[in-house]
């Protein structure tokens, strides 16, 4: 209990030599013993160097000085393009083996009817499932970044070709669909783009590319009029 008591002298000195000449705008209490007795705390002021300002840096998605700042990362990109791949790669496999197996199982040779349905059933899974893939995931954004000086952005989302592609467009292109979609989160000009809310680092960013921090205007008039017309 002694040595704590003198540590804590020692603490209080130095603090008070070499901090309290500087202005401070953080201070705390050390608790020491004087003497071994009982309920016997005495309070000894430290002061800790002024602190200007704390910054908290939570943006962790990597600058792009030819876009932008990037604001959104998709978390199904990887999935996106292997299940493209997969799809693309099995339609291949099956167009090539399709010659080898109508020779085997002797269709080739029968009427032209039983050649017809047979390529028609074979054609319809290698080609509509791939087609049908891609349709529905043409709008997944891969990236999203926003160049704030001109206040555009870039949205980044596969072709056809596994390839990626880039769309530019600002925040008055952006529509927000009436209905709500299942692969339709916003219309960028006629082209329908799909994110997740949720991945946006900064829901601020997510407010502004969908206007909502826009100001909103109520107009009684307006309403009472669109009521009588109904």
Not at 120 to 139: A, E, R
């Amino acid at each position: 209990m002694l040595r704590f008591a003198g540590a804590a002298r020692a603490l209080s000195v130095t603090c008070r030599r070499y901090v309290s000449s500087q202005p401070c705008a953080l201070s705390g209490f050390l608790w020491t013993r004087d003497k071994p007795q009982r309920n016997h705390v005495a309070l000894t002021r430290v002061n800790l160097p002024y602190v200007s300002h704390l910054r908290f840096n939570t943006s962790f998605i990597p600058e792009n000085t030819d876009l932008g700042r990037m604001v959104y990362a998709g978390n199904l990109a990887k999935s996106v393009l292997g299940v493209k791949f997969f799809s693309y790669s099995t339609s291949v496999f099956t167009v090539c083996i399709m010659p080898y197996i109508m020779l085997q199982s002797g269709i080739a040779v029968d009427n032209l009817a039983l050649k017809i349905a047979f390529c028609s059933i074979v054609g319809f899974f290698t080609f509509v499932t791939p087609v049908t893939l891609h349709i529905i995931t043409k709008g997944y954004v891969v990236r999203l970044y926003h160049n704030r000086d001109k206040d555009t952005y870039t949205a980044v989302t596969y072709n056809a070709l596994l390839r990626e592609k880039r769309t530019i467009f600002s925040q008055k292109d952006v529509e927000i669909p009436g209905v709500s979609k299942m692969f339709t989160t916003f219309y960028a000009g006629k082209k329908s783009m799909l994110v997740n809310p949720d991945l946006f680092p900064n829901p601020q960013d997510y407010s502004h590319l969908m206007g909502y921090d826009k100001p909103f205007t109520f107009n009684p008039e307006e309403l009472e009029q669109s009521s009588k017309n109904e």
